[in-house]
């Protein structure tokens, strides 16, 4: 997407950053240079409203998460969509970042291509709709799973299987980006498909949501006591479940994003 009016401020305390930034960026965006967080304010001030704010976590004085916090006090800084740099990032500040609304995260050093690519992913609804999110949804009632696939087909890639027992084949075929799973079925239950899930390197964090018409405190212990992300309860409710999966799916993609940068 070439737009020479996104306005783009990135915000580093260290002059070669933002110099090499401005640079890398020239010709796709205006970038607008910040070295601090009282530097980003004044340039908000005059008034400036950017499209998109790429900002340093490390810095002296305020850092990423304090300044994230004060923009979320502004009605109109709040809806710019923030996203973190940072040379590390463990899971409590990703945690604490996504807790903040922060959209996604770079680490230092970054290519060229994952700077775009995370940048052009925030700004262009086109990007994202080819990025489809892998959904597989498990359970022995047909009813349920049409119901399952006609509410999310058009946000998200989704595959049904009405027989536990096969779920071991079908994850050689398909990589899913969040289970939904049913607590109670024939053959192997919801509980028992938890442990085939997670012997898969690939989905030692993938998120499980699990589907039961037994909403007692037994059972959702139980269902987090087996590694549960969160649970739904039948009859599913559609609005109950596409902020459940974007909460879950938003988390997952991005941690996954980060572990696949070197």
Known sequence: MFNKQIKIIYVDDVAFQLVSVQ???KGRYEVIPAKSVA???????TPV???????DINMPDIDGF?????LNEDPIYGSIPVIFISSSFDKNNVNRGLGLGVVDFIRKPFSDADLFDCIEYQLN???RAEIKPIVLAVDDDPGTLKAINFLLK???LTYTLNESIKLKQLLTMITPDLFLLDCIMPDLCGFDLVAIIREHAAHKETPIVFMTADGTADNMFTAVSYGASDFII????????????????KHFIIRRRLRSIK
């Open 125 to 127: 609804p086109l990007k």
């Open 234 to 249: 039948k009859p599913i409710e559609e609005a109950i479940l596409s902020e459940k999966l974007a909460l879950h799916l």
């Open 154 to 156: 058009d946000r998200y």
């Open 49 to 55: 409203i950017p499209d998109l704010i790429l900002l």
């Open 66 to 70: 304090e300044a994230v916090e004060r």
């Open 23 to 25: 640079e890398r960026l």
């Open 39 to 45: 530097n980003m304010f004044e340039i908000l001030e």
